[in-house]
C-alpha cells in the first residue's frame, strides 16, 4: 500500500475547514466562523467544505446556543457536515438511560442542562433525580435540536482524509470500524506511528498546540479550558490552520 501520509490531498476545486471540539463555546464559534468566511472569500475552490467535528456541548455555559446555531444557521455558501463526539452521544444515551447521567453530568452535562434551563442533579442525587432531569431535557430540547443530534454522523472522507472525533482502531480497516471508537478511542489511535490509509482528522484529546502529524492531525485546543478554537484548512496537499485569538 502507498503511503498515503507522504501525498495526502484533497481533490481540486475543493477546500474543506475543519473545526475542533467547542463544548459549549458559542462566542468562540462565532469568532472562528467568521474567520473561516473571510478566509473563504479568497477561495479558488468550487466546492467549500466545514466539517465539525463533535463535542458540541457540556463543559462550557452555551451547549444550546451551539446547537442552535450549528443546526439552523450553516454557514452561508459551504456544504456543511456536522460529526458526533463522546459527548453528544453521552447526552443522547442520558435521554435513553438516565442511569448514566452521574457520569454524564461529572464530565460537564450539568452546564448543557442549566443550558436547556435544567436543574443539574447534585453530585449525590439518587436515580430519581436522573429520572426527572431526563423527562425535563426531553421537554425542553427543540425538535430542531433534538433531530440535529441524532442525525450526526460518526466519520466523513474527503480525497486522502478521513475526518472523526476520536481517531480510529489501528489495524481494523476504515469500513469495519465501530462507532465507538470513533468517539471515544483514545491510548491506542495516538500511540500509533504508521499509515492508518488516510489522514485522520480528529479531536477529542486536548493539546496545548495542533498536533500535525503524517498519519493524523488533533485540533482539539482546549476551547473548554481557556484555550482557543481551532481550525484545519485543507486544500490541494497544503495544510494550514485558523484559530481564535491572536497568534
Request: proline share 5%.
Amino acid at each position: 500500500m502507498a503511503d498515503v501520509a507522504a501525498t495526502a490531498r484533497v481533490p481540486d476545486g475543493h477546500r474543506v475547514y475543519a473545526v475542533g471540539d467547542i463544548h459549549g463555546r458559542l462566542d468562540l464559534l462565532d469568532e472562528l466562523q467568521c474567520k473561516i468566511a473571510a478566509d473563504a472569500e479568497a477561495a479558488a475552490a468550487v466546492n467549500r467544505t466545514v466539517v465539525y467535528l463533535g463535542d458540541y456541548v457540556d463543559r462550557g455555559a452555551e451547549s444550546r446556543g451551539v446547537v442552535a446555531r450549528l443546526a439552523l444557521r450553516p454557514l452561508d455558501g459551504f456544504e456543511s457536515v456536522h460529526l458526533m463526539g463522546n459527548h453528544e452521544d453521552f447526552l443522547l444515551q442520558f435521554l435513553e438511560r438516565p442511569e448514566v447521567g452521574p457520569d454524564w453530568v461529572h464530565n460537564g452535562g450539568d452546564l448543557t442542562l442549566a443550558s436547556y434551563d435544567v436543574a443539574p442533579p447534585g453530585a449525590w442525587a439518587g436515580p430519581d433525580a436522573f429520572d426527572e432531569a431526563r423527562e425535563a431535557l426531553l421537554a425542553a430540547l427543540p425538535e430542531s435540536h433534538l433531530a440535529f443530534l441524532r442525525g450526526l454522523a460518526t466519520s466523513h472522507v474527503v480525497g486522502d482524509y478521513l475526518f472523526v472525533h476520536a481517531g480510529i482502531r489501528p489495524g481494523v480497516p476504515l469500513e469495519r470500524q465501530r462507532a465507538c471508537d470513533l468517539m471515544w478511542i483514545r491510548r491506542e489511535f495516538l500511540a500509533h506511528q504508521g499509515d492508518f490509509g488516510k489522514v485522520v482528522v480528529h479531536g477529542h484529546t486536548p493539546v496545548k498546540e495542533v498536533d500535525s502529524r503524517p498519519n493524523r492531525i488533533g485540533i482539539d485546543t482546549g476551547a473548554a479550558y481557556g484555550g482557543p478554537l481551532t481550525a484545519v484548512v485543507l486544500e490541494g496537499a497544503e495544510r494550514r490552520f485558523l484559530r481564535t485569538g491572536s497568534w
